[in-house]
């Protein structure tokens, strides 16, 4: 009875421990686009359960075709440290990983830009201990391989910004019939705003929580000298604390609800 046993445990470990270092070919990233993700994927199957008639939105545009206050709203929603870390935030980690303890529900929380673009790529929105691992691996598997600048590039192209919508040039042009290019400083936030659940709150909504989220990312914009704001402005932002949250996350995704009241995600700044 030991024997047969004894082999079940050595196959699933071996099974186990080959899902976990199978890595996708991430060189190939470095000149080619990806022309699909594993989240458009899972879309199109969900819409065909649900009976749903979506189609994907996509335009791919370089970096450098890309407004430079999306691109700093973004890093500071989504990733504060993306330009120092490598690939993981730990203080990040650390405070998710005490929030979802003493919410009793682990979530696992904090990732950063690279994790997310992981996420989206190869992976199932599904949550586990031993994707959270996978997802690991690859990010610092992706991290080794890309720059910062071509993990910005894709992660800004494939991002999902509502339904169908995927990538900047896509969401700028359905929210504000312009291209990514053109973005303003306010519209920048609004978008960064929604990035946690973009199939929930929607960027020209009147959500409290898109309205106070955005405003804080445009606030943190101007104490870094990201914008010049008109004097107005000036005083209406001095007292603005610099934290930003996402919204609290169900089991399905594109199901959070707008928190009751803000706490950071990391060290000074703001899925799956």
Do not use: C
């Given at each position: 009875?030991?024997?047969?046993?004894?082999?079940?445990?050595?196959?699933?470990?071996?099974?186990?421990?080959?899902?976990?270092?199978?890595?996708?070919?991430?060189?190939?990233?470095?000149?080619?686009?990806?022309?699909?993700?594993?989240l458009?994927?899972?879309?199109?199957?969900?819409?065909?359960?649900?009976?749903?008639?979506?189609?994907?939105?996509?335009?791919?545009?370089?970096?450098?075709?890309i407004?430079?206050?999306?691109?700093?709203?973004?890093?500071?929603?989504?990733?504060?440290?993306?330009?120092?870390?490598?690939?993981?935030?730990y203080?990040?980690?650390?405070?998710?990983?005490?929030?979802?303890?003493?919410?009793g529900?682990?979530?696992?929380?904090?990732?950063?830009?690279?994790?997310?673009?992981?996420?989206?790529?190869?992976?199932?929105?599904?949550?586990?201990?031993?994707r959270?691992?996978?997802?690991?691996?690859i990010?610092?598997?992706?991290?080794?391989?890309?720059?910062?600048?071509?993990?910005?590039t894709?992660?800004?192209?494939?991002?999902?910004?509502?339904?169908?919508i995927?990538?900047?040039?896509?969401?700028?042009?359905?929210?504000?019939?312009?291209?990514?290019?053109?973005?303003?400083?306010?519209?920048?936030a609004r978008?960064?705003?929604?990035?946690?659940?973009?199939?929930?709150?929607?960027?020209?909504?009147?959500?409290?929580?898109?309205?106070?989220?955005?405003?804080?990312?445009?606030?943190?914009?101007?104490?870094?000298?990201?914008?010049?704001?008109?004097?107005?402005?000036?005083?209406?932002?001095?007292?603005?604390?610099?934290?930003?949250?996402?919204?609290?996350?169900?089991?399905n995704?594109?199901?959070?609800?707008?928190p009751?009241?803000?706490?950071?995600?990391t060290?000074?700044?703001?899925?799956?």
């Amino acid at each position: 009875m030991k024997r047969p046993l004894t082999i079940l445990l050595v196959i699933t470990v071996a099974a186990i421990m080959a899902y976990l270092m199978l890595v996708p070919d991430i060189s190939g990233l470095k000149k080619k686009n990806p022309k699909k993700t594993a989240l458009m994927e899972y879309r199109y199957e969900e819409w065909k359960k649900k009976g749903k008639k979506y189609r994907i939105t996509q335009i791919w545009v370089p970096l450098s075709s890309i407004s430079p206050y999306v691109i700093k709203a973004v890093l500071i929603a989504e990733d504060d440290k993306f330009w120092s870390h490598e690939g993981f935030d730990y203080e990040a980690i650390k405070k998710a990983v005490e929030k979802d303890i003493k919410a009793g529900k682990f979530k696992f929380g904090g990732s950063t830009i690279s994790q997310q673009l992981v996420k989206n790529l190869y992976l199932s929105p599904a949550k586990s201990p031993l994707r959270k691992l996978r997802e690991a691996i690859i990010t610092w598997r992706m991290e080794k391989v890309l720059s910062k600048r071509r993990i910005l590039t894709i992660y800004l192209n494939i991002a999902e910004w509502g339904e169908g919508i995927f990538g900047i040039e896509a969401a700028a042009r359905h929210y504000y019939g312009k291209s990514a290019s053109e973005l303003n400083p306010e519209e920048s936030a609004r978008l960064a705003a929604v990035l946690p659940n973009p199939r929930k709150f929607n960027p020209l909504g009147n959500s409290r929580y898109v309205q106070h989220r955005s405003s804080l990312i445009y606030s943190i914009m101007v104490r870094r000298g990201i914008v010049v704001p008109e004097y107005e402005e000036v005083i209406e932002e001095e007292d603005k604390d610099e934290s930003i949250e996402e919204p609290a996350q169900k089991e399905n995704p594109g199901e959070a609800s707008p928190p009751d009241e803000l706490s950071p995600k990391t060290g000074s700044s703001v899925s799956q």
